[in-house]
């Protein structure tokens, strides 16, 4: 792998890091008011289930299985055709899926009342919590057709090296929700409604991000009907079990939102709510990685260059494993404080927060293993290969739902969320076995010091900031919470300083690649 790729993805990583860091910080402003205003009974747990259903079908068949299909395919056109050869793939893609989108939202509004009983199966098949989550599900379904097709434009910019606009899309979901909550909320009877429709708005505002930016490109609007298309063919193959092994983490948390239907009222917005802490790191750093590397996989699989492919999935690990154990760390310290800090105000109450944070835990300790999948699958789907990911991935699944209904007993909800860390973690060493059999990525020696060195400058700057943050950080009822926010801020910063001098210490080559990611390098 050439210096220039190492630093072409580095730069593409930046780009996604840099809006996506927006994105999450938008993230947990609108968490924040969700859960100032509702709280975390009912209201929460019939929203959250409505909105994860067409998330979850978001993350599978559109950001998920068609952009990791999509790319290696329309990349491999660019390179061994040409533009307007992949511009008229793409075109006959958008088609042929605006219709499908156009079916699944319809399906999804009329089938609702069942898809909830699945999904929340301790809701009950009547009463007004189900019926309310019924109305939200309805609502927010048609958001697949917008961001499958923002997932679709998403696809061609990345592979045309484009990441901005991707990337930014979803900092106006955030907005919608935000303004939704505050503008539309009060004006109904069922006020949780004007979150649903914020959905909605944020979708549709995604969409038309993306649409500029591709025309700008030569990409020409306009409907293609060819179902003979070769490459068609071969999108929908490894499009199919891509739907499994792409998003076995949200199949997982699927499983574990199922199961929370079974405990204690709030249980799935506690963990929701740790979960979105965990996404924090995972998204602005692991998802970008993930993202900016997949268009320079697919290249240098379409190329045949299969040294430089393994060698950027070693850069690509040891620059997550650098970057998460950290992460990891300052979540297991930190947590308790961040979540009373966030969320700790209105009706969410400190109860609430001990509850989220026990979640939070057991979250935080497979963060490496999440982040880590990210990337390793991306390996085999710029291989073209689509079957290995399925069959790990049911093993992860079998794996999660035994982990989860024996800890579910005594650990609660804490139980669900550390299924899906040993399940994750589980999944990517099976995942590293066999995509290094089937792509000789040379000795691990340089990711196993990596990641010993990152755990080690992780566990220093752990130890420090707990006691630091024992002496110095002071939360709770009147406490100053700007005075929380700057000491948590102050606690953050040193942590990061404490963590990049004991790396440059032991001489971590990651910097390097961090300062890439900057522009300061």
């Known amino acids: 792998?050439?210096?220039?790729?190492?630093?072409?993805?580095?730069?593409?990583?930046?780009?996604?890091?840099?809006?996506?860091?927006?994105?999450?910080?938008?993230?947990?402003?609108?968490?924040?008011?969700?859960?100032?205003?509702?709280?975390?009974?009912?209201?929460?747990?019939?929203?959250?289930v409505a909105f994860r259903i067409p998330n979850l079908l978001r993350r599978l068949f559109a950001e998920g299985s068609l952009t990791i299909s999509f790319i290696p395919v329309f990349t491999d056109y660019l390179y061994t055709k040409s533009k307007k050869d992949a511009f008229e793939l793409a075109r006959v893609i958008l088609t042929v899926l605006s219709v499908i989108l156009i079916l699944v939202t319809l399906l999804g509004i009329l089938l609702s009342p069942w898809i909830v009983r699945i999904q929340a199966f301790g809701f009950g098949g009547s009463g007004a919590?189900?019926?309310?989550?019924?109305?939200?599900?309805?609502?927010?379904?048609?958001?697949?057709?917008?961001?499958?097709?923002?997932?679709?434009?998403?696809?061609?910019?990345?592979?045309?090296?484009?990441?901005?606009?991707?990337?930014?899309?979803?900092?106006?979901?955030?907005?919608?929700?935000?303004?939704?909550?505050?503008?539309?909320?009060?004006?109904?009877?069922?006020?949780?409604?004007?979150?649903?429709i914020g959905v909605l708005i944020g979708g549709l505002f995604q969409l038309l991000l993306q649409i500029p930016w591709v025309i700008k490109e030569g990409f020409i609007l306009l409907p293609s009907w060819n179902l003979n298309h070769p490459a068609l063919k071969q999108i929908g193959r490894l499009m199919l079990p891509a739907v499994f092994g792409s998003a076995v983490y949200q199949i997982n948390q699927f499983i574990g939102t199922l199961l929370a239907s079974f405990l204690a009222e709030g249980s799935i917005s506690w963990l929701y709510y740790a979960d979105r802490l965990v996404q924090f790191p995972l998204g602005v750093f692991a998802l970008s990685v993930s993202t900016a590397v997949l268009p320079s996989l697919s290249k240098e699989a379409a190329q045949n260059r299969l040294a430089e492919f393994g060698d950027t999935v070693i850069h690509s690990l040891q620059l997550i494993f650098f970057i998460t154990l950290p992460a990891m760390a300052g979540l297991i310290v930190l947590g308790k404080p961040v979540i009373q800090i966030l969320f700790q105000h209105g009706v969410f109450d400190s109860y609430d927060s001990v509850m989220t944070y026990k979640?939070?835990?057991?979250?935080?300790?497979?963060?490496?293993?999440?982040?880590?999948?990210?990337?390793?699958?991306?390996?085999?789907?710029?291989?073209?290969?689509t079957k290995t990911p399925v069959k790990i991935a049911i093993v992860a699944m079998i794996a999660n739902l035994i982990f989860a209904l024996c800890?579910?007993?005594?650990?609660?909800?804490?139980?669900?969320?550390?299924?899906?860390?040993?399940?994750?973690?589980?999944?990517?060493?099976?995942?590293?076995?066999?995509?290094?059999?089937?792509?000789?990525?040379?000795?691990?020696?340089?990711?196993?010091?990596?990641?010993?060195?990152?755990?080690?400058?992780?566990?220093?700057?752990?130890?420090?900031?707990?006691?630091?943050?024992?002496?110095?950080?002071?939360t709770g009822p009147g406490i100053n919470i700007w005075v929380s926010v700057l000491d948590l801020s102050g606690l953050i910063v040193s942590g990061i300083m404490i963590y990049f001098i004991t790396a440059r210490l032991l001489n971590c080559p990651e910097i390097k690649a961090i300062l890439s990611m900057l522009h300061l390098a």
Do not use: C
């Not at 220039?4 to 990583?13: D, F, G, P, V």
């Not at 910080?25 to 968490?31: E, K, M, N, T, Y």
């Open 1 to 48: 792998m050439s210096e220039s790729e190492k630093k072409e993805i580095n730069l593409a990583a930046g780009v996604v890091s840099f809006f996506t860091l927006l994105s999450r910080i938008l993230g947990l402003v609108r968490d924040m008011v969700i859960a100032s205003m509702f709280g975390s009974g009912m209201l929460t747990d019939a929203f959250f």
């Open 129 to 196: 919590k189900y019926d309310l989550t019924v109305l939200l599900t309805r609502i927010t379904f048609p958001y697949i057709f917008f961001i499958g097709l923002v997932a679709f434009f998403m696809g061609v910019l990345n592979s045309l090296r484009h990441f901005a606009a991707p990337a930014a899309a979803p900092i106006f979901l955030n907005v919608s929700i935000i303004g939704a909550a505050y503008l539309i909320s009060p004006q109904l009877k069922e006020p949780v409604v004007g979150l649903a």
């Open 407 to 474: 800890l579910m007993g005594k650990m609660r909800h804490a139980g669900l969320a550390f299924a899906l860390s040993l399940a994750s973690g589980i999944q990517l060493l099976l995942l590293l076995i066999f995509l290094n059999r089937k792509v000789n990525m040379g000795s691990i020696k340089p990711v196993i010091i990596s990641v010993l060195k990152a755990s080690l400058s992780a566990l220093i700057m752990g130890i420090t900031i707990y006691y630091l943050h024992l002496k110095w950080l002071t």
């Open 359 to 385: 979640a939070l835990l057991f979250y935080a300790v497979g963060l490496w293993a999440f982040a880590g999948i990210r990337v390793t699958v991306a390996g085999f789907y710029a291989l073209k290969d």
